[in-house]
């Protein structure tokens, strides 16, 4: 994933001689916490709400009260290095340039967002049903299994089975390459059926 496919393209943006209290204006209207600062057609610089609080009078101009040379990305930058520069610098959003141009802005929430999806790509969450002895020992044994191989049991579920068993469903959140039905199996349990998360293709 890229900050392309991320980052806010229709950026607003204030000029030097502006001053701080209508910048406070548009924080609140708006609901940013910074906006890019122009002039003559290039990014001279970043004003935030930090910046504007630092100001006492609100009369102040942004040349005055911005914070110049910011911390920049690029469209094409993974969101993982992005985020790594949002945390190192502690700031709140990145403007987007790409050959010298203002091109978008990315926030912290946006780039928050981005690693959760992305996440979910790298662990793909499998829905599993099984039968199993009744009893909430063979449930806790179901989650020391998912546990021993690295996984996580997002959410579980069981019923009455055949025979005086249980019907268990749960969802398990897995790295790529793991296959948590087959552990469940090799570990005594009868898999009925397995869902992948991603693709929905049932598995068997």
Known sequence: MQVRNWMTEQVETVGLDDDVASVRERFRRRRIRQLPVMADGRMVGIITDRDVRSATDPKTAVAAAMS????????????EEAAALVRRHKIGALPVVEDGRLVGIVSESDLLQALV???????????IELECAAGAEEIARIRRVVDKHGGRVVWLSAAPGEDGGQRVALRVRTAVGRSPEQDLEEAGFRVVASISGRSGAVAR
């Open 117 to 127: 999806e992305l996440c979910a790509v790298l662990e793909p969450t499998t829905l």
């Open 68 to 79: 110049p040379d910011p911390i920049t990305t690029t469209p094409g930058t993974p969101v």
